[in-house]
């Protein structure tokens, strides 16, 4: 593949380096008719592209001489659900990063099912320069999988414990948790419950341990009835708020593992009648996009989304140009309390003297 840019200038006067969109603008056509002409593929305009190309006077990108004559010039994408906004910004910043070296995202949503994510990888394998992905569980033979192909992978979100090392893109899920119940803790509750994720995911685990290292830390007493296990969807989050609620003791407080648990768990808490914050303190981890739109708003672990997509994004591009070996890459991600109205003091009758 060859991409071309050349100098431009913007509207201040700074001179910048123009990319494929603007390629494309310059010969009407679309970007990927570009990538195709520019790859030396066959395209109906192509005398548009090339008249384009002549008067501009563009020179190629590093970024396409370094990928490999015959390659694809795409890379795959694959996540656990889709309907999750988390992934959504996510995918956001995968894209907005290697879109400028065009390079193309073939997505692909395992659905939380194994087979079909091992089929993607797969399929993906061969059809794509490079792989990030979110792997269901920490026992996926991912890595093994794609060294029979030999491209690039980069984990982001989650990892596997399983194969080669590869670059990751994890944020610090520890200190987000015990964050929230330092703040629970701070408010007066001491009946704090969980609402944990798939324990053989990397964020359904290690959220779940800093959980109870965090109450451990505060010697507070983990109560079995208290720890409700779901599986990062919202029905499970309804279901298992459901029983924490009637618990023969009702927590004051819940923490819970993702967004989508969240939404079900407030929709159980409506159908019961349950008042939050005046009943039942509420966190969620992963801000939704109408946490403040709430009644009361919602407090959450926040989480950067769409610079966790883009971080292992360039990861994976610098993979793509490198041509010398390059270590492996593990970063971590700082994360936020973002404290709104749906934690307050314990009620009266359960309150700490």
């Known amino acids: 593949m060859t991409v071309w840019f050349r100098a431009r200038r913007t509207t201040d006067g700074r001179q910048v380096m123009a990319n494929i969109q603007d390629v494309a603008r310059a010969a009407g056509v679309s970007t990927a008719s570009v990538t195709r002409y520019l790859a030396g593929q066959r395209i109906r305009s192509e005398e548009a592209v090339r008249r384009a190309i002549d008067e501009l006077g563009y020179r190629p990108s590093q970024v396409a001489r370094s990928l490999k004559s015959g390659r694809h010039h795409s890379i795959g994408v694959i996540v656990p659900d889709i309907a999750n906004p988390f992934f959504a910004g996510l995918v956001k910043g995968i894209e907005r990063e290697v879109r400028p070296h065009g ?118 007493a983990v109560e079995d009835g208290l720890v409700r296990y779901g599986d990062f969807r919202e029905e499970s989050g309804r279901e298992q708020m459901t029983a924490l609620w009637r618990h023969a003791a009702p927590p004051t407080a819940v923490v819970i593992a993702n967004n989508l648990m969240t939404a079900g768990a407030l929709v159980a808490l409506g159908d019961l009648g349950v008042r939050v914050p005046d009943e039942l303190s509420v966190v969620g981890f992963d801000d939704l996009p109408l946490a403040t739109l709430l009644d009361p708003p919602l407090t959450v672990v926040s989480r950067p989304d769409v610079e966790e997509g883009a971080a292992a994004a360039r990861l994976l591009v610098a993979r793509l140009t490198s041509t010398e070996p390059m270590p492996t890459a593990h970063l971590t991600l700082p994360v936020e309390l973002v404290v709104r109205g749906s934690t307050s003091t314990p009620p009266r009758s359960v309150a700490t003297p």
Not at 157 to 176: H, I, K, Y
Not at 198 to 209: A, K, N, Q, W
Request: hydrophobic letters at 40%; glycine letters at 8%.
């Open 103 to 220: 390079l193309q995202v073939i997505l692909g949503n395992s659905d939380e099912d194994a087979e079909h994510e091992e089929a993607l990888v797969r399929e993906l394998s061969q059809r794509t320069d490079g792989l990030i992905m979110a792997p269901l569980s920490e026992n996926d033979q991912i890595p093994n999988l794609l060294g029979e192909h030999g491209i690039p992978l980069v984990f982001v979100d989650r990892e596997t414990s399983t194969g080669p090392d590869v670059d990751r893109v994890l944020v610090d899920n520890a200190a987000g948790i015990r964050q929230a119940v330092d703040h629970l803790v701070d408010l007066g509750h001491t009946r704090i419950a969980t609402i944990s994720g798939r324990l053989d995911s990397t964020p359904g685990r290690m959220r779940h341990e800093a959980f109870l290292a965090a109450l451990a830390e505060h010697g507070i």
